[in-house]
Every structure is written in C-alpha cells, then in structure tokens.
C-alpha cells in the first residue's frame, strides 16, 4: 500500500541522516527530498526552500555543534489529510512522527551554548509525499525546553511539569502495518469534531462551552511545550494551560489545516497557521499587545475507545513571542551575558 511505502521512505530518510557525517547531509538530503522541496522549520529558521538550504541551515550546523546526535522515534503513522471543517481531504498522503534527538552538544547552534549535559530535543515533524516525492516538512523543536535543559530559561517556570514528553502509553506508535479502516475513520472523525468542533465553540462565558469532556479522558497525559509543561488529568489541562491561555488569546479559532491525518488509534494535525487569534490578555508575563497572531503548531493525540488519552503538543513558541513583540532568543543572550558576568 501507499501509505506503508510513504511511512517506508521517511524512515529511510531519517536513517540516513542519523547515519551521516555533518559534510554528506547534502548530498543525503538530495537523494531523498525532491528539488522543489520546502522546509517550514521552527523561528528563527522559518521557511526553507530546496534540499540544499534545509541541509544548510538545519541539519549540518545541528550535526557540527552536536557530532553524536541520535534519533529516537516515539512515533510513525501517515494517512491522506482531512484537514478542512467540512471532512473534506485535499488528496495529499502526509508521513508525521515526533520523539528525542539526543547527544552532547560540543559546539553552538544558533548561538546557543555547548553544554556538558547530555541534550534530549524534543522534535515534530509532518513530511507531504506527491507520487513517492517529499515535496514539504513542517517541523518544530522545542528551543524553550533546550534553553531549560542547559540552565538558560527564557520564559517562566512552567506550570505544568517540565520535560516531560514519552511515548504512547500501552501502544505502539510506530505504525509499521495496515490498521483497521474502521478505527482509522473513527479517530479521524474525533479528531474532525474536537478540532473544528469543540474547541472552536469557545464563546468565553466558560470553559464549559467546549465540552472537553466529551474528547479528553478525565486522567488524559497532556504534554505541553517549553514554557508550559505537562498536564496529568483534564483538570490540570483547564486549570494550568487552557484557562491562561484563553485569556491572553479568547479569539483563537482552529483554521483549515495544513494536515489532519490518523492511522488506528492516532490522530496528528499541523498547521503552520494553524490557530488564529488576537493577543489581548498577559500571557506567561508578556503584556498584551493587541495584536493578531498565527500559531504554528504540531499535535498528535491516541484515542482509546471514545476519548483521547494522550495529547502531544509542539508550538512554535519562538515565533509565537515574536509575533507578541518579544525575542526569546534576545533573551537566551541575556541570560548568557548574566552568567557569564557571575564570579566564577
């Protein structure tokens, strides 16, 4: 089947770049993306085009600062997108996984700081495939919890627990097989409802308007990015991320997406303005600035019977500050500049 041949040629992608030396990752990402390629990477990287440029300024400098990096996948499904409120599919196939890049950061990228500590970078990354083409990647790493991981936060503490990111619980998530056609359009309509549905009900009278839950387990895994952490129960969830996030943002509304997808019993959506919204209220004590921003953002959930019960969550929060008025890369300087200037 497609799908399984399209799931075959990402991880055979990957494998190639885990195996090759800094200087090769050229000529790795020409042999499998295709010329026209474009790379929607995390700020301040942003938008990529061709094979060349994204072996450039992603993949070579992160293998140069970080020689023995390795990969570890929590997860591989694909399927054809549905990302529209309608149901409707646009026709393209995506490949979608996330998990570590782990190892020991000898040298810098993007000025942030070798360290002695062993690095787990927490990735998510949706690949679209045309006639056995990669032709695009939306990719996300979480820089915020890398900034915490060598002593340099540039947001608050987080609310929820930090670092905290495993694979599915009870359930393999690298999909290698055909799943059951029945349970993959069950997860994909969950997904469709939550999404456009639920979450878009939001009318700010309560969080109750959403109804979440009837999508989230009350002892759903929530594992949020740098900066916000994770959430154990559905309680947690409204309490330490969704309530403060309503108020700084009471507008956001789920858009078309880029990709929704599922395979058995997980669902991963991407959209690079994914949710739009406008920023009136403090958010993790940036001021509100009254202007509109567009989140890009990963997701990928597991569904057991009729809820989700765990929920993986990558935003692009450099660029989401960015768009609020502040640089948190300015700020990782800061602090470098602070402990730098602290006796030794």
């Given at each position: 089947m ?8 990402v991880?055979?992608?990957?494998a ?27 700020a ?18 992160l ?20 990302g529209?409120?309608?149901?409707g599919?646009?026709g ?28 787990r ?19 996300i ?83 949020g ?33 880029d ?5 058995g ?29 567009a ?23 450099v ?15 800061q ?10």
């Open positions: 497609q799908t399984q041949a399209n799931k075959d040629q991880l055979a992608y990957w190639a770049l885990d195996a090759a030396h800094a200087d090769d990752l050229g000529a790795v990402c020409a042999a499998h993306l295709a010329p026209e390629f474009t790379w929607n990477g995390p301040p990287m942003s938008l990529q085009t061709g094979p060349t440029a994204v072996s450039k300024v992603f993949w070579q400098p293998k140069q600062a970080i020689p023995d990096l390795k990969r570890e996948i929590h997860m591989v499904f694909a399927g054809a997108s549905s529209r409120a309608d149901g599919t646009d393209e196939t995506w490949v979608c996984g996330t998990g570590y890049l782990s190892g020991h950061a000898q040298g810098q990228f993007l000025d942030i700081p070798a360290t002695d500590h062993p690095l970078l927490r990735w998510g990354a949706f690949y679209k495939l045309r006639q056995g083409r990669i032709i695009e990647c939306q990719m790493l979480d820089f915020v919890d890398w900034f915490d991981q060598i002593g340099l936060p540039v947001l608050p503490k987080s609310r929820g627990i930090a670092h905290v990111y495993p694979a599915p619980t009870g359930y393999d998530g690298v999909i290698r097989g055909p799943q059951d056609i029945s349970q993959t359009a069950e997860t994909l309509r969950m997904g469709r409802q939550f999404l456009h549905g639920g979450l878009n009900r939001y009318d700010a009278s309560g969080l109750s308007s959403m109804g979440m839950a009837d999508f989230f387990h009350p002892n759903v895994k929530w594992y990015p740098g900066g916000i952490g994770a959430c154990f129960s559905l309680t947690e969830f409204e309490t330490l991320h969704q309530t403060p996030w309503l108020e700084a943002f009471p507008d956001r509304k789920v858009q078309t997406l990709a929704l997808i599922a395979e019993a997980l669902l991963g959506a991407a959209g690079v303005a994914g949710v739009c919204a406008t920023h009136s209220g403090a958010y993790l004590t940036t001021p509100a600035s009254g202007k509109p921003i989140v890009s953002g990963l997701d990928f959930w597991l569904r057991q019977d009729d809820k989700f019960t765990e929920n993986w969550v990558f935003v692009d929060m660029d989401l500050f960015a768009q609020m008025g502040e640089d948190l890369f300015a700020r990782l300087h602090q470098i500049a602070t402990r730098s200037a602290r006796p030794q």
